[in-house]
């Protein structure tokens, strides 16, 4: 079974510091694709950033990035800068290469002024 | 980029009234469209998920009588509350998705109904 595990449940950090939210998640397979989503008050969801597994690059957006860690099922965002806009619930989703999707169960982060 | 509109955004309606929300991708074809609802900080729950031209696929707990979906095509799909209660009062939200493998979900901006 396919899994996902966020294991903060809240996070702060100072704006303008550097965050790291943490993503682990269980497949056997071995191509897959992993996303990051961010839902801000508004209950938008909105995708962040985005890596297949194919790919030993990490996947880069402005200010966020990913550390993605094939061997150890780990699939870290990394958010530098934080603004206050960027406070929101954030989900880390897993897909393989049918139509499922996973989420884990979200880290509420808060930006400190 | 991709575009999905879900209408309406916020409903209130009397116990016993039915409900339909619609999902619809403006600028691609959905494949698949999945329904979630959501609690108040909580994570997404999946209900069910719906491919163009056939039946949804409902997750297990979810009533396939009490929230009827439909598929009908590749840039629509609905949901229907049925009869509903104050228990069904929740956010809900669709997301759709085309057909190539790494493409992400791309979510509508949710629905919150209130059942009095």
């Known amino acids: 079974a396919q899994t996902v595990t966020q294991s903060q449940p809240e996070m702060s950090v100072q704006e303008a510091e550097t965050v790291t939210l943490s993503c682990t998640y269980d497949t056997s397979e071995s191509n897959y694709y992993l996303f990051w989503y961010k839902q801000p008050p508004s209950r938008q969801m909105i995708l962040v950033i985005r890596q297949e597994a194919y790919k030993q690059q990490n996947a880069t957006e402005n200010r966020f990035s990913v550390n993605f860690q094939k061997a150890a099922k780990s699939f870290s965002l990394k958010i530098s800068d934080s603004q206050l806009g960027d406070t929101a619930m954030y989900f880390c989703a897993f897909k393989l290469t049918g139509n499922q999707f996973y989420f884990g169960t979200g880290t509420s982060l808060t930006v400190i002024p | ?116």
């Open chain 2, 1 to 116: 980029g991709a575009v999905v509109s879900q209408h309406p955004s916020w409903v209130i309606c009397k116990s016993g009234t039915s409900v339909k929300i619609e999902c619809r991708s403006l600028d691609f074809q959905a494949t698949t469209m999945f329904w979630y609802r959501q609690f108040p900080k909580q994570s997404l729950m999946l209900m069910a998920t719906s491919n163009e031209g056939s039946k949804a696929t409902y997750e297990q707990g979810v009533e396939k009588d009490k929230f009827l979906i439909n598929h009908a095509s590749l840039t629509l799909s609905t949901l229907t509350v049925t009869s509903a209660h104050p228990e069904d009062s929740s956010f809900y939200i669709c997301s759709a998705w085309g057909q190539a493998s790494n493409q992400p979900q791309h979510f509508g901006d949710g629905t919150r109904l209130s059942i009095l």
